[in-house]
């Protein structure tokens, strides 16, 4: 069984993205196109891919080291980043899971993809780029909604709310469509529980960056004995209860550390972004580490 920790509420599986959210959002997008702006010197430069190079900046914490200049980094003893103008019709794609798994948390780590997803594609269109988000709809048909300009922020954020957390296709189903093989830039978002690593940096070639966000609920990534725990598996309905002891909370710990700095290895390895997020963190902070 693929446990879960905790059995989702009815609601748990729907998206949400109410009035407080978007306000969050517009702030978000003020953010990222000061910080945009501040960080390169003038509007529409970013670090990355690009066909014109302008300038260095020092490296951040788990950026794509294929823009690292290496000769500055043996003559100075610090890294420092290549920085280029960006390409016209940059174009990111959004990989969305919304396996049952996703319904689980409070929030769900579907609404936090989801706001990940809203934030990051935002940003890019900020940023003079292109955003396109792929999901399975509720019929287990791919669905896309694509973001030229903010006139079409409405129309992505409905596409977001009608995902719901349910069935089993796969996230690996989405990582065939043909828009993958235009995109400068992949953003995967998903609780990872049906790929690995090496299906995703697949996707990783010249001139694409891949960046995977694992979104778990809090009590995956720190479960209590004291709270008394019902496994759940959302995809099969089955449930199995579960007396926890300092043991088992042992063993889960050490199982899912060990999943995950195999993704971070993995990624590491290849030069791409990896990162962890608990469904209830705030999602400004790593949208913003998400678009640089």
């Known amino acids: 069984m693929d446990g879960r920790l905790e059995r989702p509420g009815a609601d748990s599986a729907r998206v949400v993205l109410g009035p407080a959210f978007c306000a969050r959002l517009e702030r978000f997008a003020a953010i990222a196109r000061a910080r945009g702006t501040r960080d390169d010197g003038r509007s529409g430069l970013m670090p990355g891919q690009g066909v014109e190079f302008e300038g260095h900046r020092p490296y951040r914490d788990g950026e794509d080291l294929r823009d690292l200049d ?85 129309s992505l954020l409905e596409f977001l709310r009608s995902r719901i957390a349910r069935g089993e296709r796969s996230l690996r189903e989405l990582f065939a469509l043909p828009q993958l093989a235009r995109a400068s830039r992949v953003v995967v978002l998903g609780d990872l529980m049906d790929v690995e690593p090496a299906q995703v940096l697949a996707l990783a070639r010249r001139g694409c960056r891949v960046t995977v966000t694992a979104v778990l609920a809090r009590r995956e990534l720190a479960p209590r004995a004291s709270e008394g725990i019902e496994w759940f598996d959302p995809e099969r309905g089955d449930t199995l209860a579960l007396a926890l002891d300092s043991g088992v909370l042992s063993a889960y710990g050490r199982a899912l550390e060990g999943r995950l700095e195999l993704w971070r290895s993995a990624f590491a390895r290849r030069g791409q972004a990896f990162r962890v997020t608990p469904s209830d963190a705030e999602f400004e902070a790593l949208a913003l580490e998400l678009v640089r």
Do not use: I
Not at 81 to 100: N, Q, Y
Not at 103 to 124: D, F, R, Y
């Open 70 to 154: 290496w000769e500055l980094l043996a003559r100075l003893g610090r890294p420092w980043m290549r920085v280029r103008r960006a390409e016209r019709g940059e174009r990111s794609l959004l990989a969305l899971d919304t396996s049952a798994s996703m319904s689980v948390g409070a929030p769900s780590k579907l609404e936090h993809a989801c706001e990940l997803a809203a934030a990051v594609a935002l940003a890019t269109v900020g940023s003079g780029g292109r955003a396109e988000v792929v999901a399975h709809g509720t019929e287990g048909r791919v669905e896309c909604c694509a973001l030229r300009t903010r006139r079409d922020l409405p």
